[in-house]
């Protein structure tokens, strides 16, 4: 039709695009019903905001992947979004949860329902969800075959702050699992084994499509540490291009402010995380 552009990307209208582009992202979505089973994780991130960025970088029906898939936000919200979606994990709880999810769930009148309280009338949460490290299950995956990889990778930094014991109700480390990205010795081997997963999903993106992390910054040692910008930076390096962020604030669970150093020296409360959004070009 002339005068009317195609969309590539997303089944969007321009003016749904354009409010998209705000670099400023504040949400408030409370908990949902699946809230209860996902909290033992302590790191998950709403399904409502990730069908959110699901509903931008892909069109309905295209596969996302999310190599650090935890409890399911992501699959969760490509379920919301009617996309299709593959997670890999590391941890069997964070697996087992999702399945039990899915078990007890269906999405009913755009949110996620207990099946019982339902008139069979609910749609199945089908996302794939594979247990294991997510480089091996990189590998197995054919190159250009995935529309979107968005993801929330574990910081591989301590996430405590001194003086505040119970800081964070993070459970997200494995321990004795090789592997985990969660606990990578030191800032320099974590953004390597990064690198490494990275490449991976290079290969398996289609080409002009995007990889969207989600990447809180940290302050450590008396330091502001933008690991948002440093993850991004490790991406450019085996071929993305950056192509931007968005500051991404949910204020329906934010915590409450910590006094750090009050009248002292200014410690930041870091109430943000990033979205970076890096494309294969
Ligand atoms: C920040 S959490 C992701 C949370 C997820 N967005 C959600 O909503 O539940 C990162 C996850 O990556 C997992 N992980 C760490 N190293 C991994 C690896 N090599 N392969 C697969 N998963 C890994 C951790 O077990 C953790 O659950």
């Avoid at 054919?142 to 702050?161: F, L, M, Q």
């Avoid at 990275?198 to 995007?210: A, C, F, K």
């Avoid at 329906?252 to 006094?259: F, G, H, I, S, V």
Wanted: glycine share 10%; hydrophobic share 40%.
């Amino acid at each position: 039709m002339p005068g009317k552009l195609q969309n590539r990307l997303n089944d969007l209208d321009g003016r749904e695009w354009l409010y998209w582009t705000d670099t400023l992202y504040i949400t408030a979505y409370p908990p949902d019903a699946t809230h209860p089973l996902r909290k033992k994780h302590g790191a998950m991130k709403p399904p409502e905001v990730m069908a959110e960025i699901i509903r931008f970088f892909t069109k309905r029906g295209e596969l996302v992947l999310d190599p650090f898939a935890g409890v399911g936000g992501t699959l969760l919200g490509a379920a919301l979004a009617g996309r299709a979606s593959l997670g890999f994990e590391l941890d069997p709880r964070w697996v087992d949860i999702y399945r039990t999810i899915q078990r007890d769930f269906v999405i009913a009148g755009g949110v996620f329902r207990r099946r019982e309280e339902t008139a069979s009338t609910g749609t199945e949460i089908d996302g794939e969800m594979r247990q294991g490290d997510c480089l091996e299950l990189l590998r197995q995956l054919e190159g250009e075959s995935v529309a979107a990889v968005i993801t929330d990778p574990p910081y591989g930094i301590n996430h405590g702050a001194r003086g505040f014991p119970g800081e964070t109700n993070f459970n997200m480390t494995s321990p004795r699992r090789s592997g985990d990205l969660g606990q990578a010795p030191d800032l320099e081997s974590f953004l390597a084994r990064l690198q490494d997963i990275g490449r991976e999903i290079h290969r398996v993106l289609w080409p002009g499509r995007y990889l969207v992390m989600l990447v809180g910054d940290r302050y450590q040692e008396g330091e502001y540490v933008p690991l948002g910008f440093l993850v991004a930076e490790a991406m450019r390096q085996v071929g993305f291009k950056f192509k931007g962020v968005k500051i991404w604030s949910n204020k329906a669970t934010r915590r409450p402010l910590k006094p750090y150093a009050v009248k002292s020296v200014f410690v930041p409360n870091i109430t943000h995380q990033n979205i970076l959004i890096l494309r294969k070009e």
